[in-house]
């Protein structure tokens, strides 16, 4: 296991993330995201749906203005790269 700043919710493998780890991950990224993670469960967003996200999904379907959506967005690019 690698060294990071924080550790990830639930491991370093976001493919085995809950809905619980996603929503941790969502409100630990950025504070300002942190009341859109509710939105997550609503939406049973898990780890592999994490990572088939996209910015258009989540404003047509979660409701999310275009601000927050690309900043979900980001934060779910620099996770993929980990």
């Known amino acids: 296991m690698r060294v990071q700043e924080r550790p990830q919710p639930g491991g370093g493998d976001p493919t ?10 969502i409100r630990e990224s950025d504070p300002l ?8 469960r609503k939406h049973e ?9 996209r910015s258009d999904a989540m404003m047509k379907y979660m409701g ?7 900043k979900l967005t980001f934060h779910i690019d620099k996770l993929k790269q980990a």
């Open 16 to 25: 085995l993330w809950t809905v619980d780890d996603v929503m941790r991950f």
């Open 33 to 40: 995201l942190a009341p859109h993670a509710d939105l997550f």
């Open 45 to 53: 967003i898990d780890g592999k749906a994490l990572l088939l996200l």
């Open 64 to 70: 999310l203005k275009l601000g927050p959506a690309l």
